[in-house]
Nanobody, 115 residues
Framework: QVQLVESGGGLVQPGGSLRLSCVAS????????MGWYRQAPGNQRELVAT???????NYAESVKGRFTISRPNAKNTVSLQMNSLKSEDTAVYYC?????????WGQGTQVTVSS
């Protein structure tokens, strides 16, 4: 069973930055494409960014140019650098494979953008 643990969330002012990290229980990042997802209160979970095993990335239009997904050298880590944060980025952020494995959702990490 894959276990994913997200961290790095917090409270930040509009225009600020945060870096989220996701650690997996195994080297799944070398096998599966990975994604960052988010869910705001009252909304469905949405896909934010993806990265393939080969390193190709893709982003939702709402975050393009502001967020960067990457896989640092560690085989079991994927990160999301978030710059120029907006209030509408407030949500719980999750990582999972892409497409997502239903049994692999972690607790997520809360990101709140507010002045």
């Amino acid at each position: 069973q894959v276990q994913l643990v997200e961290s790095g969330g917090g409270l930040v002012q509009p225009g600020g930055s945060l870096r989220l990290s996701c650690v997996a229980s195994g080297s799944i990042f070398t096998i599966y494409a990975m994604g960052w997802y988010r869910q705001a209160p009252g909304n469905q979970r949405e896909l934010v960014a993806t990265i393939t095993v080969g390193g190709s990335t893709n982003y939702a239009e709402s975050v393009k140019g502001r967020f960067t997904i990457s896989r640092p050298n560690a085989k079991n880590t994927v990160s999301l650098q978030m710059n120029s944060l907006k209030s509408e980025d407030t949500a719980v952020y999750y990582c999972n494979t892409f497409p997502p494995r239903e049994g692999a959702w972690g607790q997520g990490t809360q990101v709140t953008v507010s002045s």
